[in-house]
């Protein structure tokens, strides 16, 4: 256990929907970082949180997007789901902006499947 | 555009040493760079960090030269249950001034018997 929990781990769903994926950071950290992972291809950066403000955005979709609670707890939105949305999510967190004190903390992820 | 860029792929035996280096030509002043080992359907579990010159612990060694637009993970002695991806992290500086956080491509390591 990584300390980084996101849930659900599997979801399907079918094109056009939208859904929401949820992670809880590592206790003490303050700065978010969801993912993008698709099929035997490498992990996209989507964006970054720190301490409830975006502190960094990758190539993220208009239809994709974030949001980092006051308890920390962070949440990715996905809308107008596509096939080629399917993909693994991941979630993971550090204490600082700079990765650094050890780097990022990964969760297990989030498979999603739009059929 | 920055890129952060691996080799797709590397083969070797049990008990050989292998390097894996990463290019970051635009890396951010203030950034670290980090290893993680990927297993198919895992996260991305950490291996190593640092900021400059070596670092070292009891999985790996990170080399990093002076002017950090590279860094070199060194595994000692590996062995078939090394077989995975490996990527670098680091953050990169984009033509519009903000940071971007960027994986490698990843490599992926067979180790044969």
């Known amino acids: 256990d990584s300390g980084v929990t996101q849930t659900p781990k599997h979801l399907i769903t079918a094109t056009g929907q939208r859904v929401t994926l949820r992670c809880s950071p590592r206790?003490?950290?303050?700065?978010v970082y969801w993912y993008q992972q698709s099929l035997d291809q490498g992990l996209q950066f989507l964006i970054q949180?720190?301490?409830?403000?975006?502190?960094a955005k990758g190539n993220i979709l208009e239809r994709f997007s974030a949001q980092q609670f006051p308890d920390l707890h962070s949440e990715l939105n996905l809308s107008s789901l596509e096939l080629g949305d399917s993909a693994l999510y991941f979630c993971?967190?550090?204490?600082?902006?700079?990765?650094?004190?050890?780097?990022?903390?990964f969760g297990s992820g989030t498979r999603l499947t739009v059929v | 555009l920055a890129k952060t860029t691996q080799p797709i792929s590397m083969d070797s035996y049990e008990g050989q040493e292998v390097n894996i280096t990463c290019s970051h030509n635009?890396?951010?002043?203030?950034?670290?760079i980090t290893w993680y080992q990927q297993f198919p359907s895992q996260g991305p579990r950490f291996i190593i960090q640092?900021?400059?010159t070596k670092v070292t612990n009891e999985v790996a060694s990170l080399f990093i030269p002076a002017d950090r637009k590279s860094s070199t993970l060194s595994l000692p002695r590996v062995s078939l249950s090394d077989t995975a991806v490996y990527y670098c992290?680091?953050?990169?500086?984009?033509?519009?001034?903000?940071?971007?956080?960027?994986f490698g491509s990843g490599t992926r390591l067979q180790v044969q018997p």
């Open positions: 949180y720190y301490n409830g403000e975006e502190r």
């Open positions: 635009n890396i951010a002043t203030n950034d670290y």
């Open positions: 992290l680091v953050g990169i500086s984009t033509d519009t001034g903000r940071r971007a956080l960027t």
């Open positions: 640092g900021y400059k």
């Open positions: 206790s003490g950290d303050l700065s």
């Open positions: 993971a967190s550090s204490v600082d902006q700079s990765g650094g004190n050890y780097g990022y903390t």
